[in-house]
C-alpha cells in the first residue's frame, strides 16, 4: 500500500510540475535570453527529468490499478518489464544525477545554474520539484518496490544513448541559438567542456550501479520469489 501511495504522489506531483513549468514559468528574453531560446522549455535536462519521472510514476499507477502485477503471464509481463526497465535505466540514474549536479552547481555559484533574477519567475517549490523531490522520490520507490535490473551491458548502453541524445540536442541548441543551455559552459573552455561532458557521462554511469548495488542490498532475496519477479528476470536475459 505504501508503494501505491509513492506512485500516486510521484504522478500527481510531477504531473503538476511539468504543466505548471510549461504553462506559467514564462521568462522574459531581455531577463535570460536562454529562456525564449529554441527549444522552449524542452532544452533542458530538468525539464526532460520531470517529464520522464511524471511518466514512470504514471504507469506505475496504472500497473496498480489495473492490478498487471498480480497477474501471471501475457502482456502483464512485458509492461512490467517496461515499467523495471525505466526505472533503472533511466529515472533512478537520471533524477541522482540531476539533483547531484544541479545542487552541487548551486553551492559553487548558483548562477550557473539558475540565477537570481530567475527567482520572481520560478517559486522555490517548483525548484524543490524539479530538483530535489526527484531523487527523494526515487529512493522512496526503491525502498518500496523491487525493481529487475537487465544486464549491466545492456543498462549502460541504454543510459549512454539517453545522455548521448540529450548532449546532441544540446548542443543542436546552441548551434540554432548561439547560447549554451547552462552557463557553466560560457566559463568552460573546449577541453574544459570535453572533461565535463566525460565526467557528466561517468557520473550517469556511476548513480546506475548506486542504484543496482542499493536494489540487491535492500532486497537481496526478491528474485527467488514469485512467478513474476522469476519471469522478469529470465525476460531480460532473453532480451
Avoid at 8 to 25: E, M, R, W
Wanted: aromatic share 20%.
Amino acid at each position: 500500500m505504501l508503494n501505491y501511495v509513492v506512485h500516486l504522489v510521484g504522478a500527481c506531483l510531477f504531473s503538476f510540475g511539468v504543466i505548471y513549468d510549461y504553462t506559467y514559468v514564462i521568462v522574459p528574453t531581455t531577463v535570460v535570453p536562454i529562456m525564449s531560446a529554441y527549444g522552449g522549455k524542452f532544452k533542458f535536462l530538468t525539464f526532460w527529468d520531470a517529464i520522464l519521472q511524471a511518466l514512470y510514476f504514471i504507469l506505475c499507477l496504472v500497473i496498480d490499478v489495473v492490478g498487471w502485477e498480480r497477474q501471471k503471464g501475457g502482456s502483464s509481463i512485458w509492461i512490467c518489464a517496461l515499467r523495471d526497465y525505466i526505472f533503472t535505466v533511466f529515472a533512478f540514474p537520471v533524477a541522482l544525477f540531476v539533483s547531484a549536479t544541479f545542487w552541487g552547481l548551486y553551492a559553487v555559484d548558483r548562477e550557473l545554474v539558475l540565477p537570481k533574477v530567475l527567482d520572481p519567475y520560478f517559486p522555490v517549490w517548483l525548484n524543490h520539484i524539479m530538483h530535489t523531490f526527484i531523487t527523494v522520490f526515487a529512493i522512496f520507490e526503491m525502498l518500496t518496490s523491487y525493481r529487475a535490473y537487465t544486464t549491466k551491458t545492456k543498462g549502460l548502453i541504454g543510459l549512454l544513448l539517453f545522455q548521448l541524445t540529450y548532449l546532441s540536442w544540446m548542443h543542436f541548441v546552441y548551434y540554432k541559438s548561439g547560447l549554451w543551455v547552462y552557463n557553466v559552459f560560457n566559463v568552460l573552455n573546449i577541453p574544459q567542456r570535453i572533461a565535463f561532458l566525460v565526467v557528466s557521462i561517468l557520473t550517469g554511469f556511476f548513480f546506475y550501479f548506486v542504484g543496482e548495488n542499493l536494489n540487491s542490498m535492500i532486497w537481496p532475496n526478491e528474485e527467488s520469489h514469485g512467478t513474476l519477479r522469476q519471469l522478469l528476470k529470465s525476460q531480460w536475459q532473453n532480451i
